[in-house]
T-cell receptor, first 110, second 113 residues
């Protein structure tokens, strides 16, 4: 059974702080990892993806992979109230089938 | 905006009825995946279509079926609706020869009463 686990939160951080979101996955052979942001009542929006060959930075977002411990993290620097949303971690276990975690709710307070 | 469109936006059906949901993929994308997202959960993979053929299926019963058309648009059909089918249905398009990124449409909210 391929599984992705996330802490449901909420994770509360003050504006300007670094938010750190994590997820663990069950299949050591997984090759690609995705972070989606989902605002309440909306569909998921792809914000970051990384492959097993390394970390990635894009603006305020950094995605990091720890293959030995089988977890993926998303760091959001200089968090803004507009970053308040549910962040979904997804893992590609093959044939582009994504397995999602249940999401972590992030609350950024002004 | 991802360029993926879905219709209708909302739908209310009665238990036992049938429903058809539609999706148009992003330009240049030849693969469509369907997901079901229940309240408070992550999306669950239903199936994927590539070049008009099913290319993988999740843990959903046969009453969930789909089609992909030559223009890469797609339909999800659900027969004999059950109350538990109430969810947000998401369509995602991707380029199978690319980097596995999947882009979601706005979704269809289905309520079964």
């Amino acid at each position: 059974q391929k599984e992705v686990e996330q802490n449901s939160g909420p994770l509360s951080v003050p504006e300007g702080a670094i938010a750190s979101l994590n997820c663990t996955y069950s299949d050591r052979g997984s090759q690609s990892f995705f972070w989606y942001r989902q605002y309440s009542g909306k569909s998921p929006e792809l914000i970051m993806f990384i492959y097993s060959n390394g970390d990635k930075e894009d603006g305020r977002f950094t995605a990091q992979l720890n293959k030995a411990s089988q977890y993926v993290s998303l760091l959001i620097r200089d968090s803004q109230p507009s970053d308040s949303a549910t962040y979904l971690c997804a893992v590609n276990f093959g044939f582009q089938k994504l397995v999602f975690g249940t999401g972590t709710r992030l609350l950024v307070s002004p | 905006e991802t360029g993926v469109t879905q219709s209708p936006t909302h739908l209310i059906k009665t238990r036992g009825q049938q429903v058809t949901l539609r999706c148009s993929s992003q330009s240049g994308h030849n693969t469509v995946s369907w997901y079901q997202q229940a309240l408070g959960q992550g999306p669950q993979f239903i199936f994927q279509y590539y070049r008009e053929e099913e290319n993988g299926r999740g843990n959903f019963p046969p009453r969930f079926s789909g089609l992909q058309f030559p223009n890469y648009s797609s339909e999800l059909n659900v027969n004999a609706l059950e109350l538990d089918d109430s969810a947000l249905y998401l369509c995602a398009s991707s380029l199978i020869a690319g980097s596995n990124e999947q882009y979601f449409g706005p979704g269809t909210r289905l309520t079964v009463t």
